[in-house]
Each structure stands twice: as structure tokens, then as C-alpha cells.
């Protein structure tokens, strides 16, 4: 982990919003640089002071993939604690109204590389260690996409 991400994000519990973007049978995920290693996820950032958690979606999606989002219901949560990063992340199921699909930015620390619709296939064929830990709990986005409850990844 580089330095700057522990300074930011360390050593504090951070609740973050996120998005599960379906198009057909592909899920939408963003590609992160950190350093020579990749991190995709799905689309979700930080919820701001004040900021209602349905509206941190909708910024997050147009900051990191261009697309305007409408959040269709709540899925799951689950909790991520790696000294010295302690994240809780509350995800909704979305659905594309308007925008362009494009590589988007992160304010924060510019590490956004890539999104990208991608099929079972081709997030099987990433290393795990590169996938957030949601993605990892199953074999194939078919339980994804029907997971429901709270977890520790």
C-alpha cells in the first residue's frame, strides 16, 4: 500500500457507498493503480459529511465512469479491516440513465485507470489479491448478483 493511501484513508473507520452496475451478463468495475498492482471494484467512494448515502453513489458513478445512475434498491454490506484501513461498504444495486462510459478520475488521488463492463470470464481471469473482496467470496456473478446480508471480506 503506498503512503499516501494510508495517509489518506488509514487509521480511521470510512463508510463508503458503492454501486453494482449490471449490463447484460457483465458487471461494471473500475481499475485502480496503486503503484505496479491493479485493484477493480465496483464504483463507490466515500460518503461526505452530510451526504445522503444514495447520492454518494450517484457522484461516485459520474466521477469514476461518466455514467448518471439511479439507485434501483439496497443490496448487502460488508466490512474491510487491513491495518491500517477499516472500511464499512454499503452497496446498492444501480442502473445506467444517462451519461458515457468512460475512464473516470479520483479527486483524491488520481488512480482510476480504467472502467469496464466485464463478463464472468474475464474477472475469473484476474489474480484474486487485484479483485475487491465481495467479488472474491464466489465463483460467479450469478451469487453476486443475488447476495443479500453482511460480511467480512
Not at 485507470?113 to 475469473?124: G, H, M, N, T, Y
Request: glycine content about 10%; charged content about 25%; some cysteine.
Amino acid at each position: 500500500m503506498s503512503p499516501e493511501i494510508a495517509e489518506i484513508y488509514g487509521n480511521r473507520v470510512r463508510i463508503r457507498a458503492c454501486g453494482l452496475c449490471w449490463q447484460d451478463n457483465s458487471l461494471l468495475l473500475v481499475k485502480h493503480r496503486m503503484g505496479a498492482d491493479e485493484f477493480w471494484a465496483p464504483p463507490g467512494g466515500g460518503v461526505e459529511y452530510g451526504e445522503h448515502l444514495e447520492d454518494t453513489v450517484r457522484r461516485e458513478f459520474l466521477e469514476e465512469t461518466g455514467l448518471e445512475v439511479t439507485i434501483d434498491k439496497f443490496l448487502f454490506g460488508c466490512e474491510f479491516i487491513k491495518q491500517p484501513l477499516h472500511a464499512i461498504e454499503l452497496f446498492f444495486e444501480v442502473r445506467i440513465v444517462g451519461g458515457v462510459l468512460k475512464d473516470g478520475y479520483d479527486p483524491e488521488l488520481q488512480l482510476i485507470e480504467k472502467a469496464q463492463f466485464l463478463s464472468q470470464d474475464e474477472i475469473l481471469a484476474k489474480r484474486s489479491e487485484s479483485l475487491h473482496g465481495i467479488i472474491n467470496r464466489f465463483q460467479n456473478l450469478t451469487s453476486l448478483r443475488q447476495l443479500t446480508g453482511f460480511y467480512r471480506i
